[in-house]
Nanobody
């Protein structure tokens, strides 16, 4: 059983920055792609960013391109989401997830393990 633990969420003013971290248990972190998703109140969960197992391939939802950066440290079993120039519409619970294979992907049904989520609130 894989456990994913997110941290780094909080309250920030518009234009500010946060870095989310997600640390995975187990020894197989480096062979799986990882992703970040978010869910705002009353909305469906949406894809934010994904990174391939080796870190060489990344994908982003259009609304965060140029502002968010996903990265990973396989030696620390950790994936990060650096969020800059935050906007009120970025407010959501952010979830990290482990994909079922090594390739970056955007569909939630491609991910088999999920963290508990961390709240990000951006005030205007």
């Amino acid at each position: 059983q894989v456990q994913l633990v997110e941290s780094g969420g909080g309250l920030v003013q518009a234009g500010g920055s946060l870095r989310l971290s997600c640390t995975a248990s187990g020894r197989t972190f480096s062979i799986y792609a990882m992703g970040w998703f978010r869910q705002a109140p009353g909305k469906e969960r949406e894809f934010v960013a994904t990174i391939s197992s080796g870190g060489g391939s990344t994908l982003y939802v259009d609304s965060v391109k140029g502002r968010f950066t996903i990265s990973r440290d396989n030696g620390k079993n950790t994936v990060y989401l650096q969020m800059n120039s935050l906007k009120p519409e970025d407010t959501a619970v952010y979830y990290c997830a482990r994909k079922s294979n090594s390739a970056a992907g955007v569909r939630p049904n491609q991910y088999d393990y999920w963290g508990q989520g961390t709240q990000v609130t951006v005030s205007s």
